[in-house]
C-alpha cells in the first residue's frame, strides 16, 4: 500500500513544481527520474514509505546506488533531488524532520581550464596574414589578449582613449564597471601601434572611439572574435579547445610559472577574491608534473 503512496507523493510534488513553481518539462523529467530510482530502492525496503525515511535511509541508498559512480554530478544531482522533495514534504507538513537536513551536498569537481604551451601560443600568434589588414588587426587582437590577460569583453571594449602605449598601459572597466589598468609588452604594443597606422584607418569609415573594428568599420563583436580565433586555431593546427578566455588562462598561468606574485596575478585579472585566481597555481603546478615526467630520467 505505501508503494502507492510512494507514487502519489512524488506525483503531487511534480505537478507542485509544474503549477506553482513553473518548471521546465526537462526539469520535471529529470526530477522525476531521480526520484522513481530512490522509490524503487524503497520498495526492495519491504515498501518503506516515502514519510517514513530517516537519514540513515539515504545514506544507505546513496551509498548503495552511488559509490561507484565516477562523476560527482550525478550524486550532487540525486542529492539536490531528494533535498527538494522532502523540504516540499515538510512545508506540506507530510513529515515531522527532514531526513537531508544533516546531508552536505559533495564540493563540485574542479574543471581546470585548457591552458596553451608557451610554443602553441607562439604558433597561434603567428597564423594571421599580416599583410591584410584583417589578418593586421587579428594579430594585434590575440598580441593584446595574450599580453594583458584581459576578458574578450574588454577587449571589444577598449577606446582609443583607454590606450597609453607610450606609458606601457591600457585601461579597462572590468565586471561591475571596475576599471583597472593593465601593462602590456612591448611585442604586443609594436603589432598593436602598426595595426593603429596601417590597418585601422583602411577599415574605418568615419570617427570611431574603439580600437578594434570589423569589415564595416563597426565595432568587433564577441562573435567575430571567437569566429576568426576558431580559425586560427586550426590553421596553426593546434588540437586542444581554444576559446578566447584560453588566452586569458594561459598569460595567467605563464606569468605564475615565470615567478610572478599571486596577488599581482589577480590585479592584473580584475578578480575580486583571490580564491579564483589561485585556480592557475593548480594549472602551475599540473604544468610543472608534466615538465617533470617529461624531462626526468627516471620519472
Not at 7 to 29: I, P, Q, W
Not at 133 to 158: F, K, W
Not at 159 to 180: A, F, N, P, S, W
Amino acid at each position: 500500500m505505501s508503494g502507492n503512496r510512494n507514487d502519489e507523493l512524488v506525483a503531487d510534488y511534480l505537478h507542485y513544481l509544474l503549477v506553482e513553481r513553473g518548471l521546465s518539462k526537462n526539469t520535471l523529467a529529470s526530477y522525476g527520474s531521480d526520484l522513481k530510482l530512490f522509490l524503487a530502492y524503497l520498495a526492495d525496503q519491504n515498501n518503506l514509505a516515502v514519510t517514513k525515511v530517516d537519514r540513515e535511509t539515504v545514506i544507505a541508498y546513496l551509498d548503495e546506488n552511488f559509490k561507484h559512480q565516477k562523476k560527482r554530478s550525478s550524486l550532487s544531482r540525486m542529492l539536490t533531488s531528494l533535498r527538494r522533495f522532502f523540504r516540499y514534504l515538510k512545508q506540506e507538513e507530510l513529515i515531522q524532520e527532514d531526513p537531508m537536513q544533516l546531508i552536505d551536498l559533495p564540493k563540485k569537481e574542479e574543471h581546470l581550464p585548457e591552458v596553451l604551451s608557451a610554443s602553441e601560443v607562439e604558433l597561434l600568434l603567428a597564423t594571421p596574414d599580416v599583410a591584410k589588414p584583417l589578418g593586421l588587426r587579428d594579430r594585434a587582437i590575440l598580441e593584446v589578449m595574450y599580453a594583458t590577460g584581459l576578458r574578450v569583453s574588454e577587449v571589444i571594449a577598449l577606446k582609443m582613449d583607454d590606450l597609453h602605449l607610450e606609458l606601457g598601459i591600457v585601461q579597462t572597466l572590468g565586471k561591475g564597471q571596475k576599471e583597472r589598468i593593465v601593462p602590456i609588452g612591448d611585442v604586443a604594443i609594436k603589432w598593436l601601434e602598426e595595426y593603429l597606422q596601417k590597418a585601422r584607418p583602411k577599415l574605418v569609415r568615419q570617427p570611431l572611439a574603439y580600437v578594434f573594428v570589423n569589415f564595416h568599420g563597426q565595432q568587433l563583436t564577441r562573435q567575430g572574435i571567437w569566429k576568426n580565433l576558431r580559425k586560427y586555431v586550426g590553421l596553426a593546427g593546434i588540437k586542444k579547445n581554444v576559446t578566447p578566455h584560453t588566452l586569458r588562462h594561459s598569460f595567467a598561468t605563464h606569468i605564475l610559472e615565470n615567478g610572478a606574485d599571486l596577488r599581482i596575478v589577480q590585479e592584473l585579472l580584475g578578480h575580486a577574491d583571490i580564491s579564483t585566481t589561485q585556480l592557475y597555481t593548480h594549472l602551475s603546478k599540473k604544468r610543472l608534473a608534466e615538465v617533470y615526467n617529461k624531462t626526468h630520467p627516471h620519472a
